[in-house]
């Protein structure tokens, strides 16, 4: 009865993550064809753009880990993708139109391959640093890809607060693992930070400080300017 406990409660645990993934690589491969689908895309265009915005972060993330990609051990994956393609193709007209379709869709994606990042980091045994880092490439990474295949400015080097919010994400994970709480219940608990930055950000328009100065090509044109200036005064 013990053992039949513990393979129940291990077989409830995975099924949580798997669930976590498929609803993850969903989210991502809409907010993926939402944008090639606004840059006027073909449907297998749209489909790269949206295979890659799901699997792109945790591919990384798997490699850097040395453990096989998720994605190679079962179809499910890119039949997701295409079922993506097809939810798009028949709501097309509103997805597109919609900026907060994709703005959701972003989100939830973002959230939970954040987690998803930082659980397959403690489960192959890394330290809680190096687990932040990888929810946090699994989570964003994709995006990026997707902004550079469109060619758009990825959404982490904007003002919006993105990675940000994915590494608070990661960091409420990590503190609630430490104080030995459920792995369902940290994974909740971190992707709602996630979640509600995003939120938060988007309603108060938050963002990080922007680095200023001048580039070379104005201080080349002040130094000429006051050149100028002295030698109009000599004479």
């Not at 006027?40 to 945790?58: K, W």
Request: aromatic share 12%; glycine share 12%; with cysteine.
């Amino acid at each position: 009865m013990l053992f039949a406990d513990a393979a129940g409660a291990v077989f409830s645990v995975h099924s949580f993550l798997a669930v976590l993934e498929y609803v993850g690589v969903l989210a991502c491969a809409i907010s993926g064809l939402r944008i090639s689908t606004a840059k006027h895309f073909d449907m297998f265009g749209a489909y790269v753009v949206g295979l890659v915005t799901a699997i792109g972060g945790g591919s990384l993330r798997d490699v850097m880990l040395g453990v096989p990609m998720f994605w190679m051990q079962q179809p499910g994956y890119l039949v997701c993708t295409f079922f993506a393609v097809v939810v798009v193709w028949a709501f097309g007209r509103r997805i597109v139109n919609e900026n907060i379709t994709w703005f959701v869709f972003d989100t939830i994606g973002l959230a939970l391959f954040t987690v998803l990042g930082v659980q397959k980091s403690f489960a192959n045994g890394h330290a809680w640093w190096i687990a932040v880092v990888m929810g946090m490439i699994t989570g964003a990474a994709g995006g990026v890809m997707r902004d550079v295949l469109v060619n758009d400015v990825p959404l982490i080097f904007r003002s919006e607060l993105y990675a940000t919010a994915s590494m608070l994400g990661a960091l409420a994970y990590c503190g609630a693992h430490a104080l030995g709480v459920d792995l369902r219940i940290c994974a909740i608990g971190g992707g709602l930070v996630v979640v509600a930055m995003r939120i938060l950000a988007q309603r108060y328009k938050w963002a990080l400080p922007k680095l200023t100065g001048r580039s070379q090509v104005h201080r080349l044109a002040a130094h000429r300017r006051r050149d100028s200036h002295r030698s109009g005064d000599a004479h």
